[in-house]
């Protein structure tokens, strides 16, 4: 049976309500690009959880996906792609897959998405939902902070794990001109969602998000 209320879902009819009562919240909490709603409308997010997971997919916040890590709420995912002000062709870097789930809402805005997850079994996992899911979406394995030199420039960048002190360097300097980054910046867990372009930086939001930990993690 279905059941919106409260994001919960049993099943696929369940999901598609959840959904649109997902992106009804997103509108009241002044979320307004028509594309990410869109994208939000679509994605099915309980198949980036756990099966057991999976009822609590459409509710505001964010949820355990193992390794220590968090897929964000829907509206941290939805804000921060929004932020990114990018058009239908863009091609766009996002560090931390993660479940995949931003990335997979992201490929549905933009033209191309690489993204970068320093967990291999993180990445493994999301890499095989996006080849369903979102085939315009490339995961890669390795220390985002060192972004993706080959693949630059891009247009954006999105950062999905709380950056210490200040944007990584590298990522600055492997966005196009004009180009945008999202980026939240803090410490213990706690900091501001920043967005920069043409070397300006606007404060976005304050936010809480899981450490960006530089370097490889099969040191
Ligand atoms: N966007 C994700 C949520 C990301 S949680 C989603 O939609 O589910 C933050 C992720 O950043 C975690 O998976 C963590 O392993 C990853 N991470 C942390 N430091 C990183 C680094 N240096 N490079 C790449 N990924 C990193």
Redesign the pocket.
């Known amino acids: 049976m279905a059941r919106g209320r409260g994001g919960r879902t049993t099943d696929g009819h369940g999901a598609a309500k959840a959904r649109e009562a997902m992106v009804a919240r997103l509108r009241a909490g002044g979320i307004t690009d028509r594309r990410v709603l869109a994208a939000m409308g679509e994605v099915p997010r309980e198949r ?1 959880l756990r099966p057991e997971l999976a009822g609590e997919a459409y509710g505001d916040h964010p949820l355990d ?1 193992g ?1 220590g ?4 709420s829907p509206w941290i ?1 939805a804000f921060s792609v929004a932020a990114l002000q990018q058009p239908p062709s863009a091609r766009v870097l ?10 997979a809402v992201l490929a549905r805005c933009v033209g191309e998405v690489v993204t ?4 291999p079994e ?1 990445a493994e996992r999301a890499r095989g939902l996006l080849a369903e899911l979102a085939p315009n979406a490339e995961v890669r394995t ?4 060192r972004g993706a030199a080959d693949r630059a420039p891009f247009d954006g960048i999105v950062v ?2 709380l950056a210490s002190g200040a944007i990584p360097p590298d990522l600055v300097d492997q966005l196009a001109p004009g180009g945008t980054i999202v980026c939240p910046v803090g410490d213990h867990r706690v900091g501001t969602l920043v967005r920069r372009r043409d070397g300006r930086t606007e404060h976005l939001a304050d936010v809480s ?7 490889s993690a099969d040191r």
């Not at 890590?69 to 964000?72: A, D, G, K, N, P």
């Not at 998000?209 to 530089?214: A, S």
């Open positions: 980036f996906i390794r890590q968090t897929i964000s995912v996002e560090i931390g897959t993660g479940s995949g789930y931003a990335a970068v997850e320093r967990d993180l390795g220390d985002g902070t999905t794990a998000f899981v450490p960006l930990v530089p370097g």
